[in-house]
Antibody
């Protein structure tokens, strides 16, 4: 059974840093690209970042470019999102999601972790 | 950046009725479009990938169609569990990947 379990969310002040993790199981993690998607309270879905299966290619939304960094450790089956210089508008539930090879769509999602940026 | 516009914002229907949800892209995305369902407090669930292919385990009452800039998600006969928010997503000429703003399907 495929499982994605996010952790690392919490309440932080503006300007602070946070690292999210996503532990994957039930599939060959190193074969698949992965993504982070967020959802502000009461709002729609926003793509944040994606990483290739090897980790050699990374992609970011303009809203987080230069502040967030996506990475992965295929030996630990874990995806990361390092978030620096956090702003109030980064407050959201952050989901990790598994990509499908050669297809548009994310077939498995974690339950999400809430990040709240507030003074 | 490709903008996806979903309509209507809210759709009020009764169980057993047919639902038709629209997603329009600001430029062609070919067939690089997916549809998701999201219920309160839950993660999104993939329904349709590549515009018209049902994901694993998705009931046959869900179907997707379209290519280029105009796409449709159809639910042939609504079940009580189908009332939720639906999003379209593209992956053409990315980054960025973008989502539509969502259509809320509510019980009439």
């Amino acid at each position: 059974e495929v499982q994605l379990v996010e952790s690392g969310g919490g309440l932080v002040q503006p300007g602070a840093s946070l690292r999210l993790s996503c532990a994957a199981s039930g599939f060959t993690f190193s074969t698949y690209a992965m993504s982070w998607v967020r959802q502000a309270p009461g709002k729609g879905l926003e793509w944040v970042s994606a990483i290739s299966s090897s980790g050699s290619s990374t992609y970011y939304a303009d809203s987080v470019k230069g502040r967030f960094s996506i990475s992965r450790d295929n030996s630990k089956n874990t995806l990361y999102l390092q978030m620096n210089s956090l702003r109030a508008e980064d407050t959201a539930v952050y989901y990790c999601a598994k990509d499908i090879i050669g297809v548009t769509g994310n077939d498995y999602w974690g339950q999400g972790t809430l990040v709240t940026v507030s003074s | 950046e490709i903008v996806l516009t979903q309509s209507p914002a809210t759709l009020s229907l009764s169980p057993g009725e047919r639902a038709t949800l629209s997603c329009r892209a600001s430029q062609s995305v070919s067939s690089y479009l997916a549809w998701y369902q999201q219920k309160p407090g839950q993660a999104p669930r993939l329904l349709i990938y590549d515009a018209s292919n049902r994901a694993t385990g998705i009931p046959a009452r869900f179907s997707g169609s379209g290519s280029g800039t105009d796409f449709t998600l159809t639910v042939s006969s609504l079940e009580p569990e189908d009332f939720a928010v639906y999003y379209c997503q593209h992956r053409s000429n990315w980054p960025p990947i973008t989502f539509g703003q969502g259509t809320r399907l509510e019980i009439k």
